[in-house]
């Protein structure tokens, strides 16, 4: 049984149920004696975390509930034990999700498939004088204040800057508006209650369902937006016209900081395929370099470069696009630790000064349609037929097939793990003819 994807278990609830959250509660609780437990505010989220406390508990673990809280909030409280989180993130309100912690760190893919087998064989409950027992626990204030103490080492105090924080009627409103505000910065909270409907926005923080935070931003005094998805692990920030900044500029921007900063021989920063070159040009201007790894593993991306390095290596920072890890403060994903961060780098520097070096070129994503069961030939043909239509360009093709090009113009081409697409992601001055070209190299490897 295949039951994670790139994040966790994640799906409509007709799929992520109360049997499979039991399931997979008493196949976690093999692994470990202790577990926190939380979830966000989605209306099926207590029945599910019931049934995964009952799973957990039956297997022989303790389990500590944290209740509604942000996912980064559950990977902090797992720092030395294990910890799972029920949420679909920036999903709909009709799914729901499982997202496992180990020690602050996602499950890696191994650990993820030792799960799917535990599921399968079904291996039932432990005697009846083994099962572990369950309490409820805060860990809320302790998590505000650590990412508070941790971001005051960066930037400035944001004693004369005002930011908008739009919640999303997610888990953020229990967590950044508080800790902006405790560094010093003038909050103004949109959508800070929890409601599991999202009745507010949709949950995934796009320019467009952040209609109205850039109008607000763009209307009034804030010099700064910032916005989050369901569980507060994404951000996205504005400008203070009330403009989305790219998604690769914020992070070149926290990059490069955390490369300069470094007292390291090798600071590294981890990334995925599909992030810009503008990222690589800032990490080598400070004096670090790039390492990239698959969508949805930045963990295991961060294990590998520590690994392949030596005593100098340090990785000071890595991120997918709208999503962050510190690894100096923990090695989850933080939207409410990335919104610190930034608030505070903006209040030393001014956010236009932190983006005149960076090359901010066109950017387009596209997606072609592909059936399933072509996807491997077409990319098998793709690892040849693209180096072929650029000869000039250096190939890698560990994730997809990527074309680094001259002038830091780049292009990705990977197929989509979960819908019938071949994705082609693209930067150059002159982005449209470079993806017209790629387009149609890509169609003519799915005819083949």
Same mark, same amino acid.
């Given at each position: 049984?295949?039951?994670?994807?790139?994040?966790?278990?994640?799906?409509?609830?007709?799929?992520?149920?109360?049997?499979?959250?039991?399931?997979?509660?008493?196949?976690?609780?093999?692994?470990?004696?202790?577990?926190?437990?939380?979830?966000?505010?989605?209306?099926?989220?207590?029945?599910?975390?019931?049934?995964?406390?009952?799973?957990?508990?039956?297997?022989?673990?303790?389990?500590?509930?944290?209740?509604?809280?942000?996912?980064?909030?559950?990977?902090?409280?797992?720092?030395?034990?294990?910890?799972?989180?029920?949420?679909?993130?920036?999903?709909?309100?009709?799914?729901?999700?499982?997202?496992?912690?180990?020690?602050?760190?996602?499950?890696?893919?191994?650990?993820?498939?030792?799960?799917? %087998?535990?599921?399968?064989?079904?291996?039932?409950?432990?005697?009846?004088?083994?099962?572990?027992?369950?309490?409820?626990? /805060?860990?809320?204030?302790?998590?505000?204040?650590? #990412?508070?103490?941790?971001?005051?080492?960066?930037?400035?105090?944001?004693?004369?800057?005002?930011?908008?924080?739009?919640?999303?009627?997610?888990?953020?409103?229990?967590?950044?508006?508080?800790?902006?505000?405790?560094?010093?910065?003038?909050?103004?909270?949109?959508?800070?209650?929890? /409601?599991?409907?999202?009745?507010?926005?949709?949950?995934?923080?796009?320019?467009?369902?952040?209609?109205?935070?850039?109008?607000?931003?763009?209307?009034?005094?804030?010099? =700064?937006?910032?916005?989050?998805?369901?569980?507060?692990?994404?951000?996205? *920030? =504005?400008?203070?016209?009330?403009? *989305?900044?790219?998604?690769?500029?914020?992070?070149?921007?926290? %990059?490069?900081?955390?490369?300069? %900063?470094?007292?390291?021989?090798?600071?590294?920063?981890?990334?995925?395929?599909?992030?810009?070159?503008?990222?690589?040009?800032?990490?080598?201007?400070?004096?670090?370099?790039?390492?990239?790894?698959?969508?949805?593993? =930045?963990?295991?991306? !961060?294990?590998?470069?520590?690994?392949?390095?030596?005593?100098?290596?340090?990785?000071?920072?890595?991120?997918?696009?709208?999503?962050?890890?510190?690894?100096?403060?923990?090695?989850?994903?933080?939207?409410?630790?990335?919104?610190?961060?930034?608030?505070?780098?903006?209040?030393?520097?001014?956010?236009?000064?932190?983006?005149?070096? !960076?090359?901010?070129?066109?950017?387009?994503?596209?997606?072609?349609?592909?059936?399933?069961?072509?996807?491997?030939?077409?990319?098998?043909?793709?690892?040849?037929? =693209?180096?072929?239509?650029?000869?000039?360009?250096? #190939?890698?093709?560990?994730?997809?097939?990527?074309?680094?090009?001259?002038?830091?113009?780049?292009?990705?081409?990977?197929?989509?793990?979960?819908?019938?697409?071949?994705?082609?992601?693209?930067?150059?001055?002159?982005?449209?003819?470079?993806?017209?070209?790629?387009?149609?190299?890509?169609?003519?490897?799915?005819?083949?």
């Amino acid at each position: 049984m295949e039951l994670f994807g790139t994040a966790g278990i994640r799906g409509p609830v007709t799929e992520v149920t109360p049997d499979l959250a039991l399931a997979v509660g008493r196949a976690a609780g093999v692994d470990g004696d202790a577990f926190v437990l939380g979830r966000d505010g989605r209306e099926t989220g207590a029945a599910l975390a019931d049934a995964l406390a009952a799973g957990l508990e039956s297997a022989g673990a303790t389990v500590l509930r944290l209740g509604t809280v942000p996912t980064p909030a559950v990977a902090y409280a797992s720092r030395g034990r294990r910890g799972v989180m029920v949420t679909a993130s920036h999903n709909p309100p009709t799914d729901n999700g499982i997202k496992l912690f180990v020690d602050g760190r996602e499950y890696d893919s191994e650990s993820e498939r030792r799960i799917e %087998a535990h599921v399968d064989a079904d291996e039932g409950q432990a005697e009846w004088d083994a099962w572990g027992t369950g309490e409820r626990v /805060d860990v809320l204030g302790e998590y505000r204040d650590a #990412v508070a103490d941790y971001a005051a080492g960066h930037g400035a105090t944001p004693e004369d800057l005002t930011v908008a924080v739009d919640c999303g009627n997610g888990m953020a409103g229990l967590a950044t508006p508080q800790v902006l505000t405790s560094l010093g910065a003038d909050v103004v909270a949109l959508n800070a209650n929890v /409601d599991g409907h999202f009745t507010a926005r949709e949950s995934k923080p796009t320019p467009e369902t952040l209609a109205d935070l850039r109008a607000f931003v763009a209307d009034g005094d804030a010099d =700064l937006g910032i916005g989050h998805d369901g569980d507060a692990d994404r951000i996205v *920030v =504005l400008d203070g016209d009330g403009d *989305v900044v790219h998604e690769d500029t914020v992070l070149a921007i926290v %990059a490069e900081h955390y490369t300069r %900063a470094s007292d390291a021989g090798d600071p590294v920063v981890v990334t995925t395929p599909n992030a810009s070159g503008r990222i690589d040009e800032r990490v080598r201007a400070a004096g670090g370099r790039v390492e990239r790894v698959r969508l949805g593993a =930045l963990h295991e991306g !961060i294990a590998e470069a520590r690994g392949a390095g030596d005593e100098d290596t340090e990785v000071v920072f890595a991120a997918e696009p709208w999503k962050h890890i510190h690894p100096a403060f923990g090695g989850w994903i933080d939207g409410v630790a990335s919104a610190a961060v930034i608030t505070r780098l903006v209040a030393d520097s001014g956010l236009d000064a932190l983006r005149e070096p !960076i090359a901010e070129r066109p950017y387009r994503k596209e997606s072609v349609p592909c059936p399933d069961e072509r996807k491997e030939a077409a990319m098998e043909r793709l690892e040849t037929a =693209l180096p072929d239509a650029f000869p000039e360009a250096g #190939v890698n093709t560990d994730h997809g097939v990527r074309l680094d090009l001259d002038g830091g113009a780049w292009t990705l081409v990977r197929p989509s793990g979960t819908e019938p697409y071949i994705r082609v992601y693209a930067e150059s001055e002159t982005v449209d003819d470079l993806v017209e070209t790629v387009v149609g190299v890509v169609e003519d490897a799915i005819e083949d």
